[in-house]
């Protein structure tokens, strides 16, 4: 992954969070949102662990450890 593509990616994730309490997506909106975001089709597995983490603190899935 390039930088401009790492930058956006890191920009997409710092909008998620807002962009889930606007719009109480479910995950494939989640995702469509990301892909739109970084101009890309489909993300890497990393690509997707770091959204998954950033979706569930915003959705309060994650339990403090």
Not at 41 to 60: F, R
Request: charged share 30%; with cysteine.
């Amino acid at each position: 992954m390039n930088n401009t593509m790492r930058d956006l990616f890191q920009e997409a994730l710092q909008s998620l969070p807002d962009f889930i309490y606007e719009m109480n997506p479910n995950w494939e909106m989640v995702y469509d949102y990301v892909c739109e975001q970084i101009k890309e089709d489909e993300l890497n597995s990393d690509q997707i662990s770091k959204m998954i983490k950033v979706y569930d603190d915003a959705m309060g899935y994650s339990e403090a450890g």
